[in-house]
């Protein structure tokens, strides 16, 4: 793993912030999902009311692999955590440790940021990642089904 870099994403990468995210659409098979592009990502990613965090893996000072993530917070720890909302490495660099190594950054920001938690979500079909978040000790939830409200729904409600 001595070739493997993590660091914070600046709004330089948001290109390869969005390519990322098109390439994990493609694997997820949801790529018409898409809407986003990259001045979108300049203005919610790095812009002033941003949320959101993007950690980049670099090999060999080539980008491979992002997490990006946000802080929530749990009422029953009474602590932040973390919500990783997207893990992504580039499929011919799969194996190298850049997962892992993502990961494990996230873990150490959480703990330095004294947060309960880190949580995502894996598509049930997706074995290799089930595999991988297994290895790592991370233990799949069953008893809690997610929810989403969007698009003309969401509007809808907030208009009733």
Same mark, same amino acid.
Request: hydrophobic residues 40%; glycine residues 6%; negative net charge.
């Given at each position: 793993?001595?070739?493997?870099?993590?660091?914070?994403?600046?709004?330089?990468?948001?290109?390869?912030?969005?390519?990322?995210?098109?390439?994990?659409?493609?694997?997820?098979?949801?790529?018409?999902?898409?809407?986003?592009?990259?001045?979108?990502?300049?203005?919610?990613?790095?812009?002033?009311?941003?949320?959101?965090?993007?950690?980049?893996?670099?090999?060999?000072?080539? +980008? @491979? *692999?992002?997490?990006?993530?946000?802080?929530?917070?749990?009422?029953? /720890?009474?602590? !932040?955590?973390?919500?990783?909302?997207?893990?992504?490495?580039?499929?011919?660099?799969?194996?190298?440790?850049?997962?892992?190594?993502?990961?494990?950054?996230?873990?150490?920001?959480?703990?330095?940021?004294?947060?309960?938690?880190?949580?995502?979500?894996?598509?049930?079909?997706?074995?290799?990642?089930?595999?991988?978040?297994? +290895? @790592? *000790?991370?233990?799949?939830?069953?008893?809690?089904?997610?929810?989403? /409200?969007?698009? !003309?729904?969401?509007?809808?409600?907030?208009?009733?």
């Amino acid at each position: 793993m001595s070739k493997l870099l993590i660091r914070k994403a600046k709004i330089e990468d948001s290109e390869i912030i969005f390519n990322f995210i098109k390439e994990l659409a493609i694997y997820e098979k949801a790529e018409h999902e898409v809407k986003t592009d990259v001045d979108t990502i300049k203005k919610t990613v790095f812009g002033d009311k941003s949320v959101t965090s993007v950690l980049l893996c670099e090999y060999d000072n080539k +980008s @491979i *692999g992002m997490a990006l993530y946000f802080f929530n917070y749990s009422t029953w /720890l009474g602590k !932040n955590g973390i919500y990783l909302e997207d893990l992504y490495v580039t499929p011919q660099f799969r194996g190298v440790g850049a997962g892992k190594a993502l990961l494990k950054k996230l873990a150490q920001i959480a703990v330095e940021n004294d947060c309960g938690r880190v949580e995502w979500q894996v598509l049930d079909w997706n074995k290799p990642s089930i595999d991988f978040y297994d +290895s @790592i *000790g991370a233990k799949g939830q069953t008893e809690w089904i997610p929810y989403r /409200l969007t698009g !003309n729904a969401l509007e809808e409600f907030a208009r009733s």
